[in-house]
């Protein structure tokens, strides 16, 4: 019972920040509401009905999970481990955060993960993996940035160790850059 009138202030509240289709679903394991899209996301575990909203919502705003988020997209994203299809602006993880495209900013102490690096990653290890973006022309396109201790993937890569299979050299110290 308490369940559901919290879950009921909640989207009194969502529902006035903007006028979108929205409602409850008890079908869905990941999420409690469905949207096509909110201006703020909240989560305790990307699991088991632990996000507000489901994992396929665009979130044009803010998103916040305690432990961990899995979204469609975010402007705003924070959690301990932050997974993303699309980052448009920031995305920060406590452990890791995952994209699989980065438009903006990808931060993490430890680990950040994408498949597409169109912006910059800051954290001790990047990596660009280019998984499911395998055609010739979509690789040549992502001029991302990588700052860390340990850089893999594409683009241009600042760290104490670089990997990148377009450089002159696979591998190198310090500063590489593609060539290819």
Known sequence: MKKMIVLGLLLSIFSCFAHFPIY??????NGVFQAEWTPVQLGIL???NLQLFRENTE????????LGLNQESSILSFAIINAIKKNYFLQAGGLFSVSGKNYGF?????LN??????????GL?????????????EKKGAPGLQIGLFNAGGGVQIGLLNFNEDGLLPWSLLIHFPVK
Do not use: A
């Open 113 to 122: 993960f994408c498949g597409r690096n169109y912006g910059i990653q800051f």
């Open 125 to 137: 290890f990047n990596m660009e993996d280019n998984f499911g973006y395998r055609s010739s022309e």
């Open 24 to 29: 409850v679903t008890t079908h869905d394991k």
């Open 106 to 110: 990808s931060i993490s102490p430890t």
């Open 59 to 66: 979130v044009y705003g803010f998103s916040f999970g305690l």
């Open 46 to 48: 990307p699991e088991e």
